[in-house]
């Protein structure tokens, strides 16, 4: 599985970009430019406004800021961005976390890893133990069984999906196979629990 990294250009280039594309064609309809950058009016004309100085200030501060999440991604993934599913987790958790050691807001952090805003939230509020626990899967103290068979439910996952849900109500179900690990079929089985089963597993040992 791959380290994602600045998907998408950030505002700085995206309003050099606009602004050449005015200055290639100043006949260009306003409607048109809009449509292409896919910006309102009043937002093209803001930029359009802007001082020179200003556009590159910010488009020397997105190449930094793009240069220090390669160098992050680098140091945590030496052999490559290509990592196994096992590891993918903990790395991105330590990138993460590395960022925001730099000060990095979790908006940000989101924005140039290409990840959803919750994605990136979950992660960094994660617990002591949720923290241990993808670091021991990635350095092989714990062995997860990755096989999607139909293995008896556990409340141990279970408690994992209602951590994810209660931390961030909005959560999708792809996010949360994204941070608990789990498989779609297998969250599945879980959200289809009736409320007594669920009550059963979670009052269980397993």
Request: proline share 6%; aromatic share 6%.
């Given at each position: ?6 998907k ?53 501060e ?80 714990l ?15 279970l408690l ?12 999708t ?6 941070v608990?690990?789990?498989s779609?079929s ?21």
């Open positions: 599985m791959r380290i994602p990294s600045h998408e250009p950030g505002e700085g280039h995206v309003i050099q970009a606009l602004r050449q594309a005015y200055a290639d064609n100043p006949r260009i309809l306003p409607g048109d430019l809009c449509a292409k950058f896919d910006v309102s009016v009043s937002t093209m004309k803001r930029w359009l406004a802007m001082p020179e100085n200003d556009v590159q200030a910010l488009v020397n997105e190449v930094r800021d793009m240069a220090t999440v390669d160098e992050v991604i680098e140091h945590f993934c030496p052999n490559g961005r290509d990592i196994p599913d096992t590891q993918r987790r903990w790395r991105l958790y330590q990138i993460m976390r590395a960022l925001e050691d730099k000060g990095w807001n979790r908006i940000k952090i989101a924005r140039y890893l290409g990840l959803n805003r919750g994605t990136a939230r979950y992660y960094l509020s994660m617990s002591e133990d949720e923290v241990q626990r993808i670091r021991d899967i990635a350095e092989g103290r062995i997860i069984n990755v096989r999607r068979t139909k293995k008896p439910l556990k409340k141990s996952e994992e999906i209602i951590d994810a849900q209660n931390k961030l109500p909005t959560i179900r792809p996010q949360i196979c994204e608990t690990g789990l779609m297998r969250l599945m089985r879980y959200l289809a629990l009736s409320p007594a089963d669920r009550e059963a597993l979670l009052t269980g040992n397993k």
